[in-house]
């Protein structure tokens, strides 16, 4: 788990090495509520189904994300 608390814009491309499905949940804690995201590896995994990455987002760091994909689709 990584609760994300601060977003860097790297103006760098790279290729996707995977493609996977991703889970999303609106969490509450006792300090905050969290978006998460699940993402999911292959079904060649040793535990398929399982996930492999779960990134906590708390309101602020998931404003600015949301201004982030606002900006790039803008760009597209």
């Not at 090495?17 to 590896?41: R, V």
């Not at 292959?42 to 398929?48: A, E």
């Not at 189904?49 to 906590?56: D, N, R, T, V, Y």
Request: hydrophobic share 40%; aromatic share 6%; glycine share 2%.
């Amino acid at each position: 788990m990584a609760k994300i608390i601060k977003l860097y814009e790297k103006n760098e491309t790279k290729a996707c090495k995977n493609i996977t499905d991703a889970e999303m949940e609106i969490a509450k804690s006792d300090d905050d509520k969290y978006i998460i995201l699940s993402t999911f590896g292959s079904s060649l995994r040793k535990d398929p189904g399982k996930a492999s990455q779960i990134i906590h987002l708390d309101k602020k760091t998931a404003s600015e994300l949301v201004t982030v994909l606002q900006n790039w689709i803008a760009k597209a």
